[in-house]
């Protein structure tokens, strides 16, 4: 069972990687008819439904994985990764540590706690968790990055050629390649380094063009949830705040 559900989900991904979502879609909707309890079906064609831009589906699909096997931490991981694409933050961090108490010291969902911390302005513990999430494993780029990001870009020389050398011995994914690319290059643009600012912010742009299609779908579906994140009583929240900062 879990062979067959993985050759179809294979096959919705190349069909995905091809930008043919409907095709996609329509391998996910016969395997779930054929595989309505494997949670490793559930948890892969969650991300169908993601990268389709049907995030209700996502959503329900793997809060469905995690229902039939509350045990594995993979689902827990899964689901919080598919609520950070649902800008639902709070939700997500609730599905990560649900993760870790299952398997602690996960470096994959510490780094995805961590930037979700930071977007939420929690920054000591965005910095707590990149921190102990190198600490497991050195090579976690968006960790690197948003150590980074929480320092306004100010990185010591030493860091800074450590990170070029990451990103020049090769080894690691395209997607990371493109997070170090983007933060280096707003690290030299901080220093006023802007040659070397541009070089890395093109590196980054060329790999991210290569590796990931433009799905229409997937950017109304995602404007959409921006609008309802970003309201008008969170900017009316807000404004009293920027107000009192500015007294």
């Known amino acids: 069972d879990s062979q067959n559900a993985g050759a179809l989900l ?12 409907n095709d996609a879609l329509r391998l996910v909707e016969e395997g779930l008819k054929v595989f309505p309890c494997s949670d490793t079906f559930l948890r892969l064609a969650s991300h169908v439904y ?14 469905r994985a995690t229902e039939i096997n509350p045990a594995n931490p993979l689902a827990w991981a899964n689901l919080g990764s598919i609520f950070i694409s649902c800008l639902k933050p709070e939700e997500a961090l609730k599905a990560f540590e649900a993760s870790l108490a299952r398997k602690p010291g996960q470096p994959n969902v510490l780094q995805a706690m961590a930037g979700t911390h930071s977007n939420l302005g929690n920054r000591e513990e965005s910095k707590r968790l990149f921190e ?58 901080a220093r006023q380094s802007f040659e070397e600012a541009f ?29 309802l994140a970003f309201d008008r009583a969170l900017f009316e929240r807000i404004e009293p705040e920027a107000d009192q900062d500015t007294t």
Do not use: W
């Open 199 to 227: 070089k890395h912010l093109a590196r980054g742009n060329e790999i991210e063009n290569r590796i990931r299609p433009f799905v229409g779908e997937q950017v109304r579906q995602q404007h959409e949830l921006i609008k």
């Open 50 to 63: 993601e990268k389709a831009g049907s995030y209700r589906k996502a959503v329900a699909t793997a809060e």
């Open 132 to 189: 102990e999430c190198l600490k497991l494993n050195h090579s976690m780029a968006h960790a690197h990055a948003g150590l980074l990001r929480l320092a306004s870009f100010s990185c010591p020389n030493e860091k800074l050629a450590m990170l070029e050398s990451m990103i020049e011995k090769g080894g690691l994914p395209a997607p990371d390649r493109a997070v170090l690319h983007f933060a280096l290059a707003r690290v030299y643009d």
């Open 10 to 21: 294979g096959l919705a991904t190349i069909e995905m990687r091809n930008n043919r979502t």
